[in-house]
């Protein structure tokens, strides 16, 4: 349920805006991931950054630092080798219960089989 009162609105600056459009306009870099390094809704920063197609916001002169740029693109890099990695666990898995299960099947036929005597 939400909080009566007012809602909160926060304002940006202009300067934060094109700073937030340039770290998303990096290559190999999500939106979803610097809207998430800035605290900030994904939706908004594609809102600034068509503002700064249609030209309200200007990007042009804004400098980047080198270093969020670096921890961006790492980040990227980080989760497409985790959900790799996580895929391959999850395929590994079915592969132990395919092959469990086919053991437990043979298995059972064999101990039925060698009470029996013809």
Do not use: N
């Given at each position: 349920m939400p909080k009566p009162g007012p809602r909160t609105t926060y304002r940006y600056s202009r300067d934060f805006k094109a700073t937030a459009v340039r770290l998303s306009q990096l290559p190999g870099v999500a939106v979803r991931d610097v809207a998430a390094s800035l605290y900030i809704h994904p939706f908004m920063?594609?809102?600034w950054r068509k503002q700064a197609?249609?030209?309200l916001i200007m990007t042009k002169g804004v400098a980047v630092d080198k270093a969020v740029a670096a921890e961006l693109k790492e980040l990227r890099k980080l989760k497409k080798a985790y959900e790799q990695l996580r895929l391959e666990h999850d395929l590994l898995k079915k592969a132990?219960?395919?092959t469990s299960d086919r053991k437990?099947?043979?298995s059972r036929s064999s101990h039925i089989n060698k009470g029996r005597t013809r």
């Open positions: 920063l594609s809102r197609r249609e030209g132990i219960a395919f437990a099947r043979s």
